[in-house]
């Protein structure tokens, strides 16, 4: 077993990151690996002896593994993009560095690292199953607005990432999303506000009712991102930053691959006095010192309700 180079500190890397150069780092003697940090072309590389191990697919999205041939001996060249997560990408290729150091072929230390990495990501940053309907139920609804106002308009109207009150504001109308994979219309209300129109405005509930796909056709939370991003066109940066902003990275798509499909047509329920939603009017009249409760979730179904029509460009939404 071999030493493998002391791992650079997240000042180091952030260093060597910031140059307008490349630099060559040598992280391991037997055998002989370096590490290209490339600024300039947003890319880290681990280069290494060729032992005919190779992958014969790449592992993971944005990681390339290529054969350099003109060299003396011959390369195998790991490439992936700094330019997201750029410390987890060198975590990455140093492991793979420690993996052949240990006596690993490149085959095994490649899937050895592609695993941890793939358990640290997904431990750390995936959105979970409900964050993921809630957020593919959000896009729905802008690529609806899209369709039916235009890009301009639909992607000025979608608040929900911007920490406002509701998802999205129409006119003199506010909507609240609301996405569930149940049989029944049932829906989580996360706090006393969620449903508390605004002074002057009406507020209605959108619900969508999706199920998983299974064998049949339907679309993962990725592909709903790209058809959206494709549908705004110059405003594809704006919404990016809005998805970052819910805790969706492009870089993790890997991480989705649950299929979704429509159960049912969209409805639209206005928030009134009629509806079953707990507000602070509401529960000031019935709960003493209510400003001591907090992190306040209730469940409703509203499959019971009689649905409207909320706004012109959220009228006859059939699926």
């Known amino acids: ?28 003697d037997s055998p002989h690996c370096e590490l290209l940090i490339d600024p300039p072309a947003h890319q880290m590389s681990l280069l290494m002896p060729d032992d005919r191990s190779r992958p014969t697919a790449t592992p993971l999205r944005h990681i390339d593994v290529t054969l350099e041939e003109s060299s003396k001996p011959t390369r195998l060249i790991i490439t992936a993009a700094s330019n997201v997560a750029p410390g987890a990408t060198y975590g990455l290729l140093h492991t793979v560095a420690v993996g052949l150091q240990n006596g690993l072929n490149v085959a095994d230390a490649l899937e050895h690292a592609v695993k941890a990495f793939k358990e640290l990501i997904q431990s750390h940053t995936k959105l979970s199953v409900d964050q993921q309907v809630g957020l593919v139920g959000e896009l729905l609804v802008l690529d609806r607005l899209v369709s039916t106002i235009g890009p301009d308009d639909a992607v000025a ?13 129409l006119g003199d109308i506010d ?3 609301k996405t569930t994979t149940s049989e029944k219309r049932k829906h989580v209300i996360s706090g006393i506000g969620q449903l508390a129109p605004n002074p002057g405005r009406e507020l209605w509930l959108v619900s969508l009712q999706l199920t998983r796909a299974g064998g049949a056709p339907g679309w993962t939370l ?3 991102v790209e058809r959206v991003m494709r549908s705004v066109h110059e405003h594809a940066q704006a919404v990016n930053q809005k998805l970052e ?3 969706w990275y492009r870089g993790d798509s890997d991480l989705y691959p649950d299929r979704w499909m429509w159960r049912s047509d969209p409805k639209a329920y206005v928030v009134d006095e009629k509806f079953p939603a707990l507000t602070t ?9 209510l400003e001591l409760i907090s ?25």
């Open 1 to 28: 077993m071999h030493e493998v180079n002391k791992r650079f500190t997240e000042e180091t890397l952030n260093h060597f990151l910031s140059l307008p150069t490349p630099t060559l780092h040598v992280v391991g």
């Open 157 to 169: 109207a979608w608040l929900g990432p911007l920490t406002e009150q509701h998802d999205f504001a």
């Open 175 to 177: 909507v609240e999303v």
């Open 222 to 224: 990725p592909e709903t």
């Open 245 to 247: 902003g819910l805790g």
């Open 281 to 289: 009017a509401r529960l000031s009249a019935a709960v003493p010192r």
């Open 295 to 319: 992190d306040l979730h209730y469940r409703i179904d509203v499959s019971g309700l009689i649905p409207g029509t909320p706004h012109p460009a959220l009228n006859d939404w059939k699926v």
